[in-house]
């Protein structure tokens, strides 16, 4: 019986890595190999030395500041979205008349995709869009300019963030805020001595999703925005580097530079997330 027990457990271990197999060859080859591409080939530029194409980027302004118009828009975009979020997932979680359809009409901008709001925004919000046609004054300029492409980032990415904070709520047992109630607590005080507490690990990880999703904004900076000027973001940087330049070492560098600076605001991000409580939020429901 023990044999067949060792026997039966191998058979298991085996069945498991033929499993796992294929899910490692396809990261190997669609993650893995492009990235260890992308960074060995941005340290072979053809003139300044291995790290010549960092250099020719942190040394022209105009490249240079790509990071900070980044960060500009991507931080804020990010905030507000998770900010705008908590009040209304708080709002929706549990029964909530109209939940389904609320939350149907939040995902329609994730399904129309960034080239679609973008137009949307050009007809509504550009110079001889409606907005613009009910005022009695001078049009208002709210595209083709950092405003524009703000707007595309919270209508993209406001349904990610809300769906997910909904998700993280759902999962706090209810009986806590039930507690506190019965002790005589006001809504207020369990927010923000109960929930907000155990949702910080959840808007943590929103955060740096809904971060890295606007970091590398790149069609409404295109589309809505001001391409050359206020929103040469540096996803744009590294696209001129490689299909206008014909610079892949130069586009390679601007590339890992997002990379790393993305890294560290995730990094940030979850150590101050490692403050905050970090054990189960739930008991049995989620």
Not at 30 to 36: D, E, I, Q, R
Not at 84 to 109: D, Q
Not at 136 to 148: C, H, K, Q, S
Not at 228 to 248: F, K, L, M, P
């Amino acid at each position: 019986m023990t044999a067949l027990r060792h026997r039966l457990a191998e058979r298991g271990i085996d069945r498991q890595l033929a499993l796992l197999l294929p899910a490692l060859l396809c990261v190997l080859v669609l993650f893995v190999y492009p990235f260890a591409y992308g960074v060995g080939l941005s340290f072979q530029p053809s003139s300044g030395g291995v790290l010549g194409a960092y250099r020719t980027f942190f040394e022209d302004p105009y490249q240079r500041d790509t990071i900070a118009t980044t960060l500009g828009l991507s931080l804020p975009a990010a905030l507000l979205n998770v900010a705008a979020s908590v009040p209304i997932a708080y709002r929706m979680r549990g029964r909530f008349r109209g939940k389904r359809l609320m939350t149907t009409l939040l995902v329609v901008p994730i399904t129309l995709g960034t080239v679609l709001t973008a137009e949307g925004l050009l007809n509504f919000l550009g110079p001889t869009g409606w907005f613009n046609r009910i005022l009695p004054g001078d049009a208002v300029r709210l595209t083709n300019n950092y405003w524009g492409v703000f707007f595309s980032l919270i209508i993209t990415g406001f349904p990610f963030a809300f769906l997910l904070i909904l998700s993280y709520l759902s999962g706090i047992d209810p009986s806590l805020e039930k507690a506190a109630a019965t002790l005589g607590a006001g809504w207020w005080q369990r927010f923000r001595r109960i929930t907000l507490p155990l949702l910080a690990p959840g808007l943590a990880t929103t955060f740096c999703l809904t971060f890295v999703l606007a970091f590398s904004v790149f069609p409404s900076a295109v589309l809505v925005g001001d391409p050359a000027g206020s929103t040469r973001v540096i996803s744009i940087a590294a696209y001129h580097a490689g299909y206008e330049a014909y610079d892949y070492p130069l586009a390679s560098a601007i590339a890992v530079v997002m990379g790393v600076i993305e890294l560290v605001v995730v990094a940030v991000a979850l150590g101050l997330r490692s403050l905050f409580y970090t054990g189960t939020t739930s008991s049995g429901k989620g």
